[in-house]
Nanobody
């Protein structure tokens, strides 16, 4: 089993910044791919940013130029740097991961491509 733990969610004013972190443990596969999703009340869960073992990175159009995904292999940690935050960024942010060899790349921001999920961290952006 892969275990994912998110941290870094907080309340911030519009224009502010936050950095989320996701620590992964309990896996041995070198092909693990990971992504960030978010879900606002009454909305579908949407993919925000993802990274795979082939070093492909995808961003949702709504966050391009504002959010940056990165990772620290030694610490097995995935990060999401969020700048210029907007009220519409308010949501619970989830870390997700998978090891299916047929997934990755264009599927990184699809919910069904991931088998493991964290419990989420709340991000609230006020105007």
């Amino acid at each position: 089993q892969v275990h994912l733990v998110e941290s870094g969610g907080d309340s911030v004013q519009a224009g502010g910044s936050l950095r989320l972190a996701c620590i992964a443990s309990g896996y041995t596969s070198s092909s693990l791919y990971m992504a960030w999703f978010r879900q606002a009340p009454g909305k579908d869960r949407e993919g925000v940013a993802g990274w795979d073992s082939a070093d492909r990175i995808n961003y949702a159009d709504s966050v391009k130029g504002r959010f940056t995904i990165s990772r620290d292999d030694a610490k097995k940690t995935l990060y999401l740097q969020m700048n210029s935050l907007k009220p519409e960024d308010t949501a619970i942010y989830y870390c997700a991961a998978g090891t299916n060899r047929y997934y990755g790349g264009s599927t990184l921001l699809r919910q069904w491509a991931h088998s493991y999920w964290g419990q989420g961290t709340q991000v609230t952006v006020s105007s």
